[in-house]
C-alpha cells in the first residue's frame, strides 16, 4: 500500500492542531489542512479525500454536522471520517460512531497512535478498492454467463458452481481459522431443506425457490469477509469490542458487493437468494442481531437457515478464542438457542438430521 498516494483532509479550526497534525502525516501523505466546515466542502468538489480527519467543536458548522452533511452525498459515503476532539466522555463518541465515523482520537494528538489509526482506516479503504475491482470482474464474468445460459444450461450451471467455489475459497484462503466452513455449511443447509421439503414445513416459501440455486449462493454467505482487515479476520485471540463492530461490517459489504453484480445483469434467482442469505445469516429470531435487528420469520428463510448451520459449525470447530466444542455439547447449545437465536422449527428439524451434520464434520476437513 503506497501511503503516498492517499489525500488526508484535516478539517479543524485550531492552527496549532492543524500544524501539528500536518506536520506528522507529511511525511506519508498529502495533507490538506482546512479551516473550516465551509471551506471544507467547496474543497471537496475539486479534491477527493481518501480520509478526513474532522474536528468536533468548530464555529458556524460543528463535526456532528459536518459528518451528516458529508455522508449524505452518495459520492463521499464510503469514505472513512475520523473524529477528533477534546471530549472523553462515552456519550459524545457513541454520537460521532453513529453517525458514521470510523474511529475517534482525542486531543492532543499522538502521532504514532494518529498514524496508525489511520493507516487501519486506509487498509480498509485498500480493501474495498480490491472488492470492487474483483466485482467489476465478476460483472463482466456475469453478464458473459447470462448469454451462454440461453444454450448451454447444464454447461453454465456447473461453471458458475465453480466461480462461486473460486469465490469461496479466496474468502477461506483470507479467513485462517475457517477452513471447510463453506462446503460443511452448504451440507448443512441440504439437509436441513431435504427434511423440510419431506415434513412439508414452509413449503409456501419453498414453492418460489430454486434449490440447487440457493445451495450455490450459500457459497457467497461470508464474501464480505474480503473486505475485512486481515489484522482482525485473522487476531490470535477474542476481538475487542470495536473491533468486533468493524467485523460486523462484512455482512454489509457482502451485501453490496451481491447488490452492484444485480445492477449490471439480469435479476438471476441465485444472486435473490445470496443477498438474502449474505444480509441476514446474523439475525437472531427473538430481533438481538445484525446488522437490522430482524424479529421471527421477518428474517429471510435463507437468514434462518444459515444461521443455523453457520453457528453449528462455528460450535464444532477451533477458533482464536475457543476450542472446538463435542458434537453432543453443539447440539445442547443449539436446542437452547430455539426462539431466542433461531427459528424453533428449524432447530426441531435439526435434531432429525444431526447425524448428516455429524458426517459433514467427519468428511469435510479444515
Known amino acids: 500500500m503506497k501511503n503516498s498516494r492517499y489525500n488526508i483532509m484535516l478539517v479543524d479550526d485550531d492552527k496549532a492542531t492543524m500544524s501539528m497534525g500536518r506536520n506528522m502525516l507529511k511525511t506519508f501523505y498529502k495533507v490538506y489542512p482546512v479551516p473550516s466546515a465551509v471551506k471544507f466542502f467547496e474543497i471537496i468538489e475539486t ?33 472513512p471520517v475520523i473524529f477528533l476532539t477534546v471530549n472523553t466522555d462515552e456519550d459524545s463518541e457513541l454520537e460521532g460512531l453513529n453517525l458514521g465515523a470510523v474511529d475517534y482520537i482525542t486531543k492532543p494528538l499522538s502521532g ?90 414452509y413449503t409456501d416459501e419453498f414453492a418460489a425457490w430454486d434449490m440447487d440455486s440457493f445451495l450455490s449462493s450459500a457459497l457467497l454467505h461470508d464474501v464480505g469477509k474480503i473486505g475485512i482487515s486481515d489484522l482482525i479476520l485473522n487476531k490470535p485471540g477474542k476481538l475487542t469490542p470495536s473491533e468486533f463492530e468493524i467485523m460486523k461490517t462484512h455482512v454489509a459489504v457482502g451485501v453490496q458487493a451481491i447488490e452492484k453484480i444485480l445492477l449490471h ?27 437490522m435487528g430482524l424479529k421471527g420469520k421477518n428474517i429471510p428463510l435463507e437468514g434462518r437457515l444459515m444461521a443455523l448451520a453457520d453457528v453449528y459449525d462455528a460450535l464444532i470447530s477451533t ?9 453432543i455439547k453443539a447440539r445442547k447449545i443449539i436446542e437452547e438457542g430455539a426462539g431466542t437465536h433461531f427459528d424453533p422449527i428449524l432447530v426441531d428439524v435439526f435434531r432429525k438430521v444431526e447425524d448428516t451434520f455429524a458426517r459433514a464434520v467427519q468428511t469435510i476437513q479444515g
Not at 477527493?48 to 467543536?57: A, C, E, G, R
Not at 429470531?285 to 446488522?291: A, I, K, R, T, V
Not at 477458533?319 to 458434537?327: A, S
Open 47 to 79: 479534491i477527493l479525500p481518501d480520509l478526513v480527519l474532522l474536528d468536533i467543536n468548530m464555529p458556524e458548522m460543528n463535526g456532528y454536522e459536518t459528518i451528516k452533511k458529508f455522508k449524505a452525498d452518495q459520492r463521499f459515503m464510503d469514505i
Open 112 to 201: 504514532p497512535l494518529l498514524l496508525k489509526r489511520i493507516a487501519t482506516q486506509l487498509s480498509f479503504v485498500e480493501k474495498n478498492r480490491e472488492l470492487l475491482n474483483a466485482q467489476a470482474t465478476l460483472k463482466t464474468y456475469t453478464n458473459n454467463l447470462e448469454e451462454m445460459v440461453r444454450g448451454k444450461t447444464k454447461e453454465v450451471t456447473m461453471l458458475q458452481h465453480a466461480v462461486l467455489t473460486t469465490v469461496a475459497d479466496l474468502v477461506e484462503f483470507r479467513d485462517k481459522h475457517t477452513g471447510g466452513h463453506i462446503a460443511r455449511t452448504q451440507h448443512y443447509l441440504k439437509a436441513l431443506t431435504d427434511e423440510l421439503i419431506r415434513q412439508g414445513i
Open 265 to 291: 445483469t439480469e435479476n438471476h434467482i441465485f444472486l435473490h437468494h445470496a443477498l438474502l442469505t449474505t444480509g441476514s445469516h446474523h439475525e437472531k429470531w427473538d430481533g438481538s442481531g445484525y446488522p
Open 319 to 327: 477458533r482464536p478464542y475457543k476450542k472446538k466444542f463435542t458434537r
